[in-house]
């Protein structure tokens, strides 16, 4: 898989990219992760990027001309114009981060790991000329509710969901079935006397909580359960533990009570 990252710092990811899964993965040639300088598709000696707002305005906003010009680049042909769009061929999204953007999770980052090619824009200053939202990105996407000063962490963090997803990116390939926000959390979700009533298939569950040695640290005792060697019991723990966690910590995840 291919990540692009278009940016106005393109140091900003000599760091985050270069440990973990994501770095093994890209030794392994699992992905390719290039990273893009905006300014090179400027035109005049300073190598502006943005502008201030037509209607007025605090702050300035990134023009269109050198984002469009660097997608095309990167595609290698053009996107076309008001008189004729030509869409991303399939297997690629153009993605806008934006604290305007429809709210990334993981059945998004799930959705992307099916593809062939992710192109990132990372937003800065204000905001984005709106025609790179509507005309040429494919979608505009928020990392939550709260605002950045630019698109840079969330790039980085939407590669790292996202490879941890390819096959092959994992020592363990279980690894990634029972975590929060898996659907595969909510077969845990039996009903148990230590548990509120599972929620239906269409919510997600926190993962269960996890525990290692030592089994008691400063009074606190591992639960026993965990320790018994009994491994339908420990199952039913971690079915009771991670609703309880999910009702303590993220309770919207859960139906509403009628």
């Given at each position: 898989?291919?990540?692009?990252?278009?940016?106005?710092?393109?140091?900003?990811?000599?760091?985050?990219?270069?440990y973990g899964i994501v770095r093994r993965a890209r030794e392994a040639k699992l992905v390719e992760i290039h990273i893009q300088e905006l300014r090179e598709f400027t035109k005049d000696r300073h190598k502006t990027v943005d502008d201030r707002p037509f209607g007025g305005g605090?702050?300035?906003?990134?023009?269109?001309?050198?984002?469009?010009?660097?997608?095309?680049?990167?595609?290698?042909?053009?996107?076309?114009?008001?008189?004729?769009?030509?869409?991303?061929?399939?297997?690629?999204?153009?993605?806008?981060?934006?604290?305007?953007?429809?709210?990334?999770?993981?059945?998004?980052?799930?959705?992307?790991?099916?593809?062939?090619?992710?192109?990132?824009?990372?937003?800065?200053?204000?905001?984005?000329?709106?025609?790179?939202?509507?005309?040429?990105?494919?979608?505009?996407?928020?990392?939550?509710?709260?605002?950045?000063?630019?698109?840079?962490?969330?790039?980085?963090?939407?590669?790292?969901?996202?490879?941890?997803?390819?096959?092959?990116?994992?020592?363990?390939?279980?690894?990634?079935?029972?975590?929060?926000?898996?659907?595969?959390?909510?077969?845990?979700?039996?009903?148990?006397?230590?548990?509120?009533?599972?929620?239906?298939?269409?919510?997600?569950?926190?993962?269960?909580?996890?525990?290692?040695?030592?089994?008691?640290?400063?009074?606190?005792?591992?639960?026993?359960?965990?320790?018994?060697?009994?491994?339908?019991?420990?199952?039913?723990?971690?079915?009771?533990?991670?609703?309880?966690?999910?009702?303590?910590?993220?309770?919207?995840?859960?139906?509403?009570?009628?």
């Amino acid at each position: 898989m291919r990540f692009d990252i278009v940016t106005i710092f393109p140091e900003f990811f000599a760091g985050p990219l270069d440990y973990g899964i994501v770095r093994r993965a890209r030794e392994a040639k699992l992905v390719e992760i290039h990273i893009q300088e905006l300014r090179e598709f400027t035109k005049d000696r300073h190598k502006t990027v943005d502008d201030r707002p037509f209607g007025g305005g605090e702050g300035m906003v990134l023009k269109p001309e050198p984002l469009f010009e660097a997608v095309e680049a990167l595609l290698g042909r053009s996107v076309g114009d008001a008189s004729r769009a030509i869409p991303p061929d399939a297997g690629i999204a153009i993605i806008l981060l934006s604290a305007a953007g429809k709210r990334f999770t993981q059945e998004t980052a799930r959705r992307y790991a099916q593809l062939e090619r992710l192109i990132l824009l990372c937003g800065r200053y204000e905001g984005v000329d709106e025609r790179v939202a509507e005309h040429l990105a494919t979608e505009e996407v928020s990392v939550g509710d709260f605002v950045l000063s630019g698109g840079e962490l969330p790039a980085a963090l939407i590669v790292d969901a996202v490879t941890r997803l390819l096959p092959g990116a994992l020592g363990n390939e279980a690894s990634s079935l029972h975590e929060s926000f898996s659907a595969s959390q909510n077969e845990l979700a039996l009903k148990s006397p230590a548990a509120p009533a599972a929620p239906p298939p269409d919510h997600l569950l926190l993962d269960y909580p996890h525990y290692t040695r030592p089994a008691e640290f400063r009074g606190w005792k591992v639960p026993e359960v965990l320790v018994s060697g009994h491994h339908a019991e420990v199952a039913k723990w971690r079915r009771a533990a991670a609703l309880q966690k999910t009702c303590r910590n993220r309770p919207d995840l859960l139906p509403e009570k009628g």
